[in-house]
């Protein structure tokens, strides 16, 4: 086979990518990227204003997209959105599992209820997702990528979030297992492993300055959306064929300080 040059590795021309939750922040970055890269892209959330706006900005960059209500906690919309991708753009090639929520409480506090409702979305919305998108990319035969965002808080522990640090715990195993299942289907399953990254939701929520560490992180500034996205582009890429079941690390250090 001849080698690829740098620039059509890069390439995602004729490939279909879901992100959930891209109607802001992390998810709204990566959508932004995989459609400059050249992938038609579902942007998926339950907030639609957002979605379409995420819509628009590809679209104005030249780029493909279009949006769809989708709850990432529901089992029926998983199931939902595969379907309206292939629809839509005829494929499903790429799947960023995105959607996620973190609120801080202590461990004494937590209710039933608020446990099962992170970890309805982070984990087994998460897990179901990604199940609907494997089926229909074996169906296929063309291989596939699924990127799950984890988070720091998946290998070191922020007080108040055990219920967020239990489900970004599970996401890593989710990915490695799934990573070793899907392997003979070409199917490649990583994670991204954000620290604090600046995005609206952690604006709005109290946690963000615990989680932000800002003092703590040795490249001493905090994650943009983009830093996140273009690692999402390297995982979604032909730059990293030989690559499953591994988690990328982009925290500007924390993790090691
Ligand atoms: N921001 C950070 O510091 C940080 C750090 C590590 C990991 N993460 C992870 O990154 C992901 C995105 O975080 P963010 O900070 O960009 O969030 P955000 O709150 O800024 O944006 C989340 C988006 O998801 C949508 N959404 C919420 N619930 C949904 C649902 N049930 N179904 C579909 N869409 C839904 C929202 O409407 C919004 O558009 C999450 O999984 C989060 O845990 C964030």
Not at 238 to 245: H, K, L
């Given at each position: 086979m001849q080698k690829q040059t740098i620039p059509e590795l890069f390439n995602l021309k004729g490939k279909t990518a879901i992100v959930t939750g891209?109607?802001?922040g992390i998810g709204e970055g990566i959508a932004l990227r995989l459609g400059e890269a050249g992938a038609d892209v579902l942007v998926t959330d339950i907030n639609m204003e957002a979605a379409e706006l995420t819509v628009e900005k590809i679209c104005n960059e030249g780029g493909n997209a279009r949006a769809i209500h989708a709850d990432s906690s529901s089992l029926g919309d998983s199931k939902k959105v595969v379907r309206e991708a292939v629809d839509a753009f005829g494929r499903l090639d790429i799947l960023v599992n995105n959607a996620g929520k973190y609120f801080m409480k202590s461990a004494l506090s937590v209710t039933e209820e608020m446990w099962d409702d992170l970890m309805d979305i982070n984990l087994k919305g998460l897990f179901f997702n990604s199940q609907a998108a494997a089926q229909e990319m074996i169906k296929a035969g063309n291989g596939g990528r699924i990127i799950n965002i984890a988070s720091k808080d998946a290998f070191h522990p922020t007080a108040k979030m055990a219920p967020y640090d239990a489900s970004k715990g599970g996401v890593a195993m989710v990915t490695k297992t799934m990573a070793l299942e899907l392997a003979p289907h070409n199917i490649l399953v990583n994670a991204i492993v954000p620290g604090a990254v600046v995005t609206p939701g952690a604006q709005r929520n109290p946690a963000s300055k615990a989680i932000g560490g800002e003092p703590r992180v040795p490249l001493k500034r905090l994650g943009t959306p983009d830093d996140i996205a273009r690692a999402a582009i390297f995982l979604a890429s032909?730059?990293?064929?030989?690559?499953?079941?591994t988690m990328v690390v982009v925290d500007g250090g924390f993790l090691i300080s």
């Open positions: 891209s109607g802001m032909n730059m990293s064929e030989y690559i499953t079941g």
